[in-house]
């Protein structure tokens, strides 16, 4: 199994600014993701986090909107820039994760994100 | 493209009873199947997997099933308690990897 943790838990920001949250496993992973969970919907995947290049980002989301970091195989940020009242929502760090048995996907506890 | 459809969107049920929730799927070509809770504006915890190779999983009170001809899969919660009140996601994976979510069932247990 993997632990995920992230960093903050929840924030409120102001519109306009940008807010950087932090991924952390506790084992080595070649396959990291970025989710969003909108009020009252289900996830949404942002991008893949590649470690050592550009992350792969999904239909509707840009680099310099959502720009990501993946420094390591333990660790990744997420960028939310020039935030408005739209980007209130819980974002998701996953990992997918083969063991013994098959792949299998964990995700962090998220990131509560209020913009006023 | 898979479509993952949850069956009832909520449900109330008091203390101590078995019950059961519904996840239907469109393309019977799956990587495996999960199971997570969610807990008001938490992550995503996991349940069950079912490979797609298996028809069932078992956890303490919980049972995943998954029948892939028929396109469904069922959780079935034994004695449940208040604090299996949460949200449960069936989420699946295709061959490469990529998640589709359901929508999810919203479950009250009340005491």
């Known amino acids: 199994s993997a632990v995920i943790s992230q960093k903050p838990s929840r924030d409120i920001c102001q519109r306009g600014t940008s807010l950087t949250i932090q991924c952390q496993v506790d084992?080595?992973?070649?396959?990291m993701f970025w989710y969003r969970q909108q009020p009252g919907q289900s996830l949404t995947l942002i991008a893949t986090a590649n470690q050592g290049s550009e992350a792969t980002y999904e239909s509707g989301f840009v680099i310099d909107k959502f720009p990501i970091s993946r420094p390591n195989l333990t660790f990744s940020t997420l960028t939310v820039s020039n935030m408005s009242p739209e980007d209130s929502s819980i974002y998701l760090c996953s990992v997918l994760l083969a063991g013994q048995g098959p792949y299998e996907q964990y995700f962090g506890p998220g990131t509560r994100l209020t913009v006023t | 493209k898979q479509e993952v459809t949850q069956i009832p969107a909520a449900l109330s049920v008091p203390e101590g009873e078995n019950l059961v929730l519904n996840c239907s799927f469109t393309d019977s070509a799956i990587y495996n199947l999960q199971w997570f809770r969610q807990d008001p504006g938490k992550g995503l915890t996991s349940l069950l997997l079912i490979q797609s190779s298996q028809r069932e999983q078992t956890s303490g009170r919980l049972n995943a099933s998954l029948d892939k001809s028929s396109g469904r899969s069922t959780l079935y919660i034994a004695a449940s308690q208040p604090g299996d009140s949460a949200t449960y996601l069936c989420v699946l994976s295709g061959s490469a990897r990529q998640l589709t979510f359901g929508s999810g069932t919203q479950l009250t247990v009340l005491p």
């Open positions: 084992s080595q992973v070649t396959m």
